[in-house]
């Protein structure tokens, strides 16, 4: 049973920017640890960012570092990766995640998931 609802995926230039949203239940937006992950053919899916439940702390992966932010609109219970400077190696189907840990140590550890949303980025 799908628990997290995302959109925003798309097609997009190199350089181009996108944002993807999720939205959570509220029993899970207003505890977990929220963030996303990525996977692209042939690669296992890799942690992408984060935001921490406890005190809404940042987490990224060194390769969107710079170019991505994770945020949250508490009102609305939606969880956001806006995407700048995108690259074709960014390309892959994005998976909204919530951990029910409050306090986040260098990444997510997801019991919940969205379905994908596919980003592809052209050269």
Not at 65 to 74: I, L, N, P, Q
């Amino acid at each position: 049973q799908v628990q997290l609802v995302e959109s925003g995926g798309g097609l997009v230039q190199a350089g181009g920017s996108l944002r993807l949203s999720c939205v959570a239940p509220a029993r899970v937006f207003t505890t977990y640890s929220m963030g996303w992950f990525r996977q692209s053919p042939g690669k296992e899916r890799e942690f992408v960012a984060a935001i921490s439940a406890e005190d809404a702390s940042l987490y990224y992966t060194d390769s969107v570092k710079g170019r991505f932010t994770v945020s949250r609109e508490y009102a609305k219970r939606v969880v956001y990766l806006q995407m700048n400077l995108l690259k074709p190696e960014d390309t892959a189907v994005y998976y909204c995640a919530a951990d029910p840990r409050r306090v986040v140590i260098r990444q997510i550890y997801p019991t919940e998931w969205g379905q994908g949303t596919q980003v592809t980025v052209s050269s």
